[in-house]
């Protein structure tokens, strides 16, 4: 692509990425969630792609990472699910909620949504683990089909 | 007429008329960013209908990752569309 798009995609890169973490992050408390978090998070990176040469930009992303990714964030949510069965009750019990100390373990306040992060027992990690699971999978397309474009040799620009 | 209800009148106006554009458009490039523009006003009206769930995964999946597999696709093979 011409330089213009590359200097717009390279200004807009952090920002979207940030922007998709924090989706991801509030998926208990705001509109949104893992799978649109990961969503605007593999946004960021389609961004990337597009603009840049398969050449450039193969080394900075590897399809190891992502492959990885996909199946961290999988394995993550199984996890979590079979902890419930592991503590006597059923699949995906939340037995994080609402223990004092623990990570995400305090109690949600009544009435209006205070916005308290550190509340939500393991929803929040679950919503984490699709995150990461959506941003591998969805980048891994994109990948291939970049791939390809690059094996067929039609473009120059990016055959050269 | 409220404000909510004439911004939604101006919204399925253009998704209308930007849904004849990707129709109509021959040069296949144009017409994916036609379709990205189509996707961000469907955001929109999914914003404004209250379901801004929706609205954040039409605009990262519609807008961005779809469009970016059109551009790839159209950089890989030809730009003009052929008249048989």
Redesign the interface.
């Known amino acids: 692509m011409s330089k213009i798009v590359r200097a717009a995609a390279d200004f807009l890169y952090p920002f979207v990425m940030i922007f998709g973490f924090y989706i991801v992050l509030h998926g208990h408390l705001t509109p949104g969630g893992g799978f649109q978090g990961g969503a605007v998070i593999a946004t960021g990176i389609a961004l990337m792609f597009a603009a840049h040469r398969y050449r450039e930009i193969s080394l900075i992303f590897k399809k190891a990472i992502f492959n990885v990714c996909e199946t961290f964030g999988l394995l993550m949510f199984i996890t979590f699910g079979f902890a419930g069965i592991f503590f006597g009750k059923s699949f995906l019990y939340n037995w994080m909620v609402n223990i004092p100390g623990m990570l995400f373990g305090e109690a949600v306040a009544y009435g209006q949504n205070a916005g308290n992060l550190n509340t939500g027992g393991i929803i929040p990690l679950l919503n984490i683990a699709v995150g990461v699971e959506v941003l591998g999978a969805l980048s891994l397309i994109i990948y291939y089909m970049l791939t390809y474009v690059v094996k067929m040799g039609v473009n120059k620009e990016d055959a050269s | 007429m409220t404000i909510a209800f004439a911004i939604q009148i101006i919204i399925l106006t253009g998704l209308v008329l930007i849904g004849l554009l990707v129709f109509y458009l021959k040069d296949l490039l144009h017409a994916a960013i036609a379709f990205a523009a189509f996707s961000f006003l469907m955001s929109v009206e999914f914003y404004i209908l209250q379901a ?2 929706v609205a ?2 039409e ?3 519609g ?3 779809t ?3 059109l ?3 159209v ?3 030809t730009r003009k569309e052929f008249d048989n």
């Open positions: 801004p769930d954040i995964a605009a990262g999946i807008a961005g990752i469009t970016a597999i551009i790839q696709a950089r890989s093979t």
